[in-house]
């Protein structure tokens, strides 16, 4: 079967969903209450051991060759534009997006601020950007470019570039 990344991921989201439905069931289904009243039959629920788990089996196994699929992807294509595989890319978008936000944090502060923060009798202390506040922001803006460009570039292949997944649905 010839997916794509976002397909594929889109197919291991569904196996998984029915594999914890099976779980789920499993658990309201293979043991019941009945009172020493009841017959047992008429409040039995339908369950069946082995046929349970041969599902929970077969999709584990479905669920295990689509992520094996998606990693082989993920570690033999480079993303256009960047020297760098998709798994090196989603290490990377992280990174640029702390960096983001910690820039972010430079960029917007005065470069003297009063220290509220204690108190030192009729002293005033100040707080002082040693660094410049002019070269963070132009930072910032040089990251938030990369970021959205990797990120355009990442979703470009997960959305065009195929690749086989041995697995019958």
Do not use: C, W
């Not at 789920?24 to 047992?40: M, V």
């Not at 989603?90 to 983001?100: D, E, N």
């Not at 959205?148 to 065009?160: G, I, K, P, W, Y």
């Amino acid at each position: 079967m010839k997916v794509t990344s976002a397909e594929a991921n889109k197919l291991l989201r569904k196996l998984s969903e029915d594999y914890e439905n099976i779980i789920l069931e499993e658990r309201n289904s293979r043991s019941f209450i009945a009172a020493t009243t009841e017959d047992i039959e008429t409040v039995r629920p339908e369950y069946d051991y082995g046929e349970t788990k041969k599902k929970l089996d077969d999709l584990a196994a479905k669920i295990r060759r689509v992520k094996h699929a998606i990693n082989v992807f993920n570690t033999t294509h480079k993303v256009k534009g960047y020297d760098m595989t998709i798994d090196e890319v989603l290490v990377y978008i992280p990174q640029l997006s702390s960096k983001k936000q910690k820039l972010s944090g430079m960029m917007n502060v005065l470069p003297k601020e009063r220290d509220t923060s204690r108190v030192n009798g009729n002293i005033i202390d100040y707080v002082y950007a040693n660094y410049d506040i002019k070269e963070a922001a132009r930072d910032f803006d040089a990251v938030s470019v990369e970021l959205s460009n990797v990120q355009t570039a990442l979703d470009v292949m997960n959305n065009s570039v195929k690749f086989d997944i041995d697995i019958d649905i």
